[in-house]
């Protein structure tokens, strides 16, 4: 069992390794993109690839008349209501801030997971919780402690928050039925179509003046393959054998990777605060993942019937 664990806490980490590589990439594709036409481009590259993978090893599997409306719902959540809050932040802050207010993912979970499944957090998993989120402020806030900046970015960056909470709920719900590729497959197709719309009133006429920029499509490429493929197949298997609050608590370390990404890609400091801060995310973050002693028993989804 423990064994089993470590594999599900490592699909949850390399989940929050590829989409903290996605904050830099972001960076880099807007180099040559507007925000709507990485997006885009990014899930109809995901989703080509995701069927043809998913159709060639037999793991795509037909979606039952009852759950389209889940699927749809899932898709709007993320990557749709997601990517609109997430890439156009981006506009206006740093990789790092918009990491750190992704982070706090965590703090909003254990109630949407407490009312809708029934989950509960002990007293080491909120600990930890705190621990953690104080090593983040450390990451990302300068040497007089003082965090600025633009409003607007920081409120769509929350828009990414909530949107997140949202898809981790039906995300547990469905994979009761279905397996990580079916999943990832249709909400990348649902997540295009509901983006067509507006990269066609807003971005298509000056996409299509814009000349092809090498560097800024290669990241777009990146984002398709490791963050909208392999990110969501690790983490749907995380919450599916953790649960939503453990998997999530993992969203924590995206800063830590982000300001190291951050300062070897794009030369962002890294300092003696940032590094203190570092060490807090992974202390509170072990903290976060200690068990209690067996009181009477929480009653936990078992999802075993799937294969990712």
Known sequence: MQNNNLKYYGAALLAMFFWSFSFVWFKIAYRGYEPMTVVLIRLCLATAIMFVIAKLIGKLQPIQKGDWKWMFLLSFFEPFLYFMGESFGLKYVSPTVAAVIVATIPLFTPLAALYFHKEKMSWANFTGLLISFAGVSLVVLDNSFQFSASPLGVALEF??????????????????????????????????????????????????????????????????????????????????????????????????????????????????????????????????????????????????????
């Open 159 to 308: 828009l990414a928050v909530l949107s997140t909470l949202g898809y981790a709920i039906i995300l547990k719900k469905l994979t009761h039925n279905y397996n990580g590729f079916t999943i990832i497959s249709y909400q990348n197709l649902f997540g295009s179509i509901l983006f067509l719309p507006f990269w066609l009133v807003f971005e298509a006429g000056k996409t299509f003046q814009t000349p092809f920029h090498q560097e800024a499509f290669m990241a777009i490429v990146k984002l398709a393959i490791f963050a909208s493929i392999l990110g969501f197949i690790f983490f749907t298997y995380s919450i599916r054998n953790l649960g939503i609050n453990k998997s999530n608590m993992f969203i924590n370390t995206m800063p830590v990777f982000v300001v190291i990404f951050s300062f070897f890609i794009l030369g962002e400091e890294i300092n003696i605060q940032k590094i203190t801060g570092i060490v807090g995310v992974i202390a509170g973050l072990f903290i976060a993942q200690l068990k209690r002693r067996k009181i009477k028993a929480i009653k936990k989804v078992e999802i075993s019937n799937i294969e990712i």
